[in-house]
């Protein structure tokens, strides 16, 4: 996995909040051993599609990707998640994975 961390263009405005996003939930929670990276980010990207965190989610997509996850795999725990978190949740994360995967194949 990729060193994550906070947009540092961030740090003008909220200092405060790139640090502890750095410093806590990227050096912290996501080195945890009790998941695999790839696990947080099934986790990770299952969260943002069910309470539509759109902005978020196209930057988790391509880190679910950098740890293993496939497109695949993505397409088929957002269909999933359709039934669970919401069609329209379901449906603006799959057209995020869209792009990311045309992007790639590119």
Known sequence: MTKQSAPKDLEAIAPKLVEVTDDVLFSDIWERPGLSPRDRSLVT???LAA?????QLPYHLGVALQNGLSVDELS???????????????M???????????????
């Not at 603006?92 to 590119?106: G, S, V």
């Open 92 to 106: 603006t994360a799959i057209n995020r994975l869209k792009r990311i995967a045309d992007e790639r194949d590119d």
């Open 45 to 47: 990207v299952s969260v």
């Open 76 to 90: 088929e725990a957002i269909t999933h998640l359709a039934f669970y978190a919401g069609w329209p949740n379901a």
């Open 51 to 55: 309470l539509y965190r759109t902005e």
